[in-house]
């Protein structure tokens, strides 16, 4: 049940655990007890909404960026991560397999921010050899969840 629940709340969290139980053969005092249970064992981290970003009055700026470090003694990426994930600005935190290893997803008021972040407080950090910066410029899809900016022409067209 555990794995079906959580595929369940990954496409909807906001489904109630009364329409989990039905959809899972369960109690929902059962899918209760699970959800608290994956959430004391940090399983469920949290809840947050996908959000087109295009629909809303906010123009903050989004970064990708590509670090390549150097992997500390006894710790490997560990305390550069930890470090890293302490910033305010930043998202996200992946180590990767390929050309770069740590790849982080910042937000910023504008492109200067972002800048200013990567330069003042990435490329400086102990172990950093290189930084690579990407904007997003558009986001299509988000967590699974497709985002279309545009109204869909529900017409049929035949061509001959």
Do not use: W
């Amino acid at each position: 049940m555990k794995n079906k629940l959580i595929s369940l709340l990954r496409q909807d969290a906001r489904l109630s655990n009364q329409q989990l139980a039905v959809m899972l053969g369960a109690t929902e005092k059962e899918i209760e007890e699970e959800i608290q249970h994956l959430e004391k064992e940090g399983v469920i981290m949290g809840y947050s909404a996908i959000v087109n970003e295009d629909k809303i009055d906010d123009d903050k700026v989004t970064a990708i960026i590509e670090l390549r470090v150097t992997p500390q003694k006894d710790c490997g990426f560990e305390e550069i991560a930890k470090t890293i994930t302490a910033y305010e600005e930043v998202e996200s935190l992946a180590l990767m397999a390929g050309a770069y290893d740590l790849a982080v997803t910042v937000k910023g008021d504008n492109v200067k921010d972002i800048a200013m972040f990567v330069s003042q407080r990435l490329a400086p950090l102990s172990g950093v050899l290189s930084t690579a910066t990407h904007f997003v410029l558009k986001t299509y899809k988000d967590k699974g969840i497709c985002i279309d900016g545009e109204e869909k022409d529900e017409r049929n067209f035949f061509l001959p």
